[in-house]
């Protein structure tokens, strides 16, 4: 039933007009309307939905995501933003950020802080882009390999002294790709305590005729668009570690009980328009004892139900995807029920009892979704960081009568 009512909570919030556009005239400000009213908890409880605290900034086409989180929700997710596959992400939340130094050549700062309490964190990478060496000795017995190795800093300053090594390895001084460390360690102690990031430090050496050779080679930076697509970037993946209610029922649209205060005339359009969807399901007229009568009624199906981000107002700094076909549920659940219904043995003995009136109380089943994918968000946050978001049970594939 929650599912079902978040369904019908986003069709009647696309159901509503988009607020004028136009300006008002002069004079004292104008109360908000009960439409207002209702708008603005819609969006409110939509934004609850899909975990936005505070609305972030448009920044497309401004600014674009790195190339590592578009392929990595290309992988995960179809153009829909359909999970593919259950597992091929690793928690439900992947957030990149954006190196803040832009001076020095092997130093790397990024800021964590649009972390969420609560968010565990499963798995951090540091990912680097190395350049090409391109000044090439014409020795043959000139080593072609150096050590690179990254440090967590210790202190801040314009040249800190204290760090601790976190990774090592031998790479080639004419070769160029991205180079990923693991450095889950390290940003789990930042995640608990903030004033301990100071950053990273690469560094680079070659022992050659017995003297050691330093920052043979370097690393993107932010210089130009070429370069801006190889910035560096430190890669979370977390689970968020929170369960996200999916009910939907306004506070302004709710009835009293009293059906003599219940007149259609005397409802806001807004509450007729959720009513009328409730009243399709849970204030069903009683099937008549007429064989044809369960001719005359559509059967539970599912129907299509978009939700465009660019009518929302989120197409701004949502990256992927434009929209999605959240689907919901429609129709009746009368006896006998078929298996294309997929009713639950409970709702086969419901509407038995209900069918032959053994109990007045006992409505027919509901036909809400039964089966439900999860649904995968790419977007700018509210600090132009980019997050890959799993979001459970947001796509209904199945309904049935329950």
Same mark, same amino acid.
């Given at each position: 039933?929650?599912? @079902?009512?978040?369904?019908?909570?986003?069709?009647?919030?696309?159901?509503?007009?988009?607020?004028?556009?136009?300006?008002? &005239?002069?004079?004292?400000?104008?109360?908000?309307? $009960?439409?207002?009213?209702?708008?603005?908890?819609?969006?409110?409880?939509?934004?609850?939905?899909?975990?936005?605290?505070?609305?972030?900034?448009? %920044?497309?086409?401004?600014?674009?995501?790195?190339?590592?989180?578009?392929?990595?929700?290309?992988? %995960?997710?179809?153009?829909?933003? #359909?999970?593919?596959?259950?597992?091929?992400?690793?928690?439900?939340? *992947? =957030?990149?950020?954006?190196?803040?130094? !832009? *001076?020095?050549?092997?130093?790397?700062?990024?800021? #964590?802080? &649009?972390?969420?309490?609560?968010?565990?964190?499963?798995?951090?990478?540091?990912?680097?882009?190395?350049?090409? =060496?391109?000044?090439?000795?014409?020795?043959?017995? %000139?080593? !072609?390999?150096?050590?690179?190795?990254?440090?967590?800093?210790?202190?801040?300053?314009?040249? $800190?002294?204290?760090?601790?090594?976190?990774?090592?390895?031998?790479?080639?001084?004419?070769? /160029?790709?991205?180079?990923?460390?693991?450095?889950?360690?390290?940003?789990?102690?930042?995640?608990?305590?903030?004033?301990?990031?100071?950053?990273?430090?690469?560094?680079?050496? @070659?022992?050659?005729?017995?003297?050691? /050779? !330093?920052?043979?080679?370097?690393?993107?930076?932010?210089?130009?668009?070429?370069?801006?697509?190889?910035?560096? #970037?430190?890669?979370?993946?977390?689970?968020?570690?929170?369960?996200?209610?999916?009910?939907?029922? $306004?506070?302004?649209?709710?009835?009293?009980?009293?059906?003599?205060?219940?007149?259609?005339?005397?409802?806001?359009?807004?509450?007729?328009?959720?009513?009328?969807?409730? &009243?399709? *399901?849970? @204030? =069903?007229?009683? &099937?008549?004892?007429?064989?044809?009568?369960?001719?005359?009624?559509?059967?539970?199906?599912? =129907?299509?139900?978009?939700?465009?981000?660019?009518?929302?107002?989120?197409?701004?700094?949502?990256?992927?995807?434009?929209?999605?076909?959240?689907?919901?549920?429609?129709?009746?659940?009368?006896? $006998?029920?078929?298996?294309?219904?997929?009713?639950?043995?409970?709702?086969?003995?419901?509407? #038995?009892? !209900?069918?032959?009136?053994?109990?007045?109380?006992?409505?027919?089943?509901?036909?809400?979704?039964?089966?439900?994918?999860?649904?995968?968000?790419?977007?700018?946050?509210?600090? /132009?960081? *980019?997050?890959?978001?799993?979001?459970?049970?947001?796509?209904?594939? @199945?309904?049935?009568?329950?």
């Amino acid at each position: 039933m929650a599912a @079902r009512r978040l369904w019908l909570g986003l069709a009647w919030l696309l159901s509503l007009p988009a607020a004028s556009s136009r300006p008002l &005239a002069p004079g004292p400000p104008l109360a908000p309307s $009960p439409r207002d009213e209702v708008l603005a908890a819609a969006l409110q409880r939509l934004r609850e939905v899909f975990d936005i605290e505070e609305l972030p900034p448009d %920044v497309l086409p401004r600014k674009k995501p790195p190339q590592f989180m578009v392929d990595l929700f290309n992988k %995960v997710a179809d153009a829909n933003g #359909i999970t593919r596959a259950p597992g091929l992400l690793e928690g439900d939340v *992947v =957030r990149s950020f954006e190196d803040r130094v !832009h *001076v020095d050549q092997y130093r790397f700062y990024f800021d #964590i802080s &649009a972390m969420e309490k609560g968010e565990q964190m499963l798995k951090a990478e540091f990912r680097v882009f190395k350049l090409k =060496r391109t000044h090439a000795s014409r020795r043959s017995d %000139v080593k !072609h390999f150096c050590k690179v190795e990254v440090y967590e800093l210790l202190e801040s300053g314009s040249k $800190p002294q204290k760090k601790h090594l976190i990774a090592s390895r031998l790479l080639s001084l004419y070769s /160029e790709g991205w180079e990923v460390f693991n450095v889950t360690q390290t940003v789990s102690k930042w995640v608990g305590n903030s004033s301990s990031n100071h950053g990273f430090l690469i560094t680079t050496t @070659r022992v050659f005729n017995n003297r050691i /050779e !330093h920052n043979l080679v370097k690393f993107a930076k932010s210089q130009g668009a070429l370069q801006e697509s190889r910035n560096a #970037i430190l890669v979370l993946f977390t689970n968020s570690n929170k369960r996200r209610s999916s009910s939907f029922v $306004p506070t302004s649209t709710k009835l009293e009980m009293n059906p003599a205060k219940n007149d259609a005339s005397h409802v806001p359009r807004e509450t007729q328009i959720v009513e009328s969807s409730n &009243a399709s *399901v849970s @204030r =069903r007229p009683r &099937a008549a004892a007429i064989p044809s009568a369960k001719s005359q009624v559509t059967a539970c199906h599912r =129907r299509e139900l978009y939700v465009d981000f660019r009518a929302i107002g989120w197409s701004g700094w949502i990256i992927y995807p434009s929209g999605y076909n959240a689907f919901y549920c429609r129709g009746s659940c009368l006896f $006998p029920l078929g298996e294309s219904l997929n009713a639950t043995n409970h709702a086969t003995v419901q509407s #038995i009892v !209900h069918t032959l009136k053994l109990s007045q109380d006992v409505s027919t089943p509901c036909c809400v979704p039964d089966e439900l994918k999860s649904l995968n968000l790419l977007y700018f946050d509210d600090k /132009e960081n *980019v997050v890959l978001k799993n979001y459970k049970d947001m796509v209904a594939t @199945r309904c049935g009568c329950h």
